[in-house]
T-cell receptor
Framework: QKEVEQNSGPLSVPEGAIASLNCTYSDRVSQSFFWYRQYSGKSPELIMSIYSNGDKEDGRFTAQLNKASQYVSLLIRDSQPSDSATYLCAVNGPGDKIIFGKGTRLHILP | DTGVSQDPRHKITKRGQNVTFRCDPISEHNRLYWYRQTLGQGPEFLTY????????KSRLLSDRFSAERPKGSFSTLEIQRTEQGDSAMYLCASSLGGVLSSYNEQFFGPGTRLTVL
């Protein structure tokens, strides 16, 4: 079983709509969860961190965490063409390593 | 700008040559991580340091790879006898960790893209 799983996409969303990105993880003791945005040819950029069950909002982004279901999601409201990128889910794993999923490619349709 | 920096940004080398990459972390961060990323994959953990101590090294990392962080500031990653399979983006990230922070938010540098011919 893979440690962090994401749908690879591409996920196509019309401009102005809500993009919903999902991630599951296998290690029940994980305490820190992250979403990174990565543009093609660039390095990952941290956009959201979440540590407690529930929702965390930052501008157009909302991260959701459900530890019982081992599930993390990212919602992007009012999607813009500049949001087109690969979104990496990451989980703090054993020994404080960050374990990354393969990423979901998001394409915002103008 | 006080973000993570990496040098060089690009490296082209011939198979069998040695290469060395440098990473300068955010100055107040005590942890420094090295990752490797290939096309279509997420970053893959290689090794990490807390201050000058190397706390963990991936079991996938061959003994051709070595990393140092001699004074707890910048770090170097050396690959000896490079192979074509080493071609990848090598990413460095830094964070506050251990007793300084339980959250371990990692911030990445721009990466070094290695091409082995």
């Amino acid at each position: 079983q893979k440690e962090v799983e994401q749908n690879s996409g591409p996920l196509s969303v019309p401009e102005g709509a809500i993009a919903s990105l999902n991630c599951t993880y296998s290690d029940r003791v994980s305490q820190s969860f992250f979403w990174y945005r990565q543009y093609s040819g660039k390095s990952p950029e941290l956009i959201m961190s979440i540590y407690s069950n529930g929702d965390k909002e930052d501008g157009r982004f909302t991260a959701q965490l459900n530890k019982a279901s081992q599930y993390v999601s990212l919602l992007i409201r009012d999607s813009q063409p500049s949001d087109s990128a690969t979104y990496l889910c990451a989980v703090n794993g054993p020994g404080d390593k960050i374990i990354f999923g393969k990423g979901t490619r998001l394409h915002i349709l103008p | 700008d006080t973000g993570v920096s990496q040098d060089p940004r690009h490296k082209i080398t011939k198979r069998g040559q040695n290469v060395t990459f440098r990473c300068d972390p955010i100055s107040e961060h005590n942890r420094l991580y090295w990752y490797r990323q290939t096309l279509g994959q997420g970053p893959e953990f290689l090794t990490y340091f807390q201050n000058e101590a190397q706390l963990e090294k991936s079991r996938l990392l061959s003994d051709r790879f070595s990393a140092e962080r001699p004074k707890g500031s910048f770090s170097t990653l050396e690959i000896q006898r490079t192979e074509q399979g080493d071609s990848a983006m090598y990413l460095c990230a830094s964070s506050l960790g251990g007793v300084l922070s339980s959250y371990n938010e990692q911030f990445f540098g721009p990466g070094t893209r290695l091409t082995v011919l």
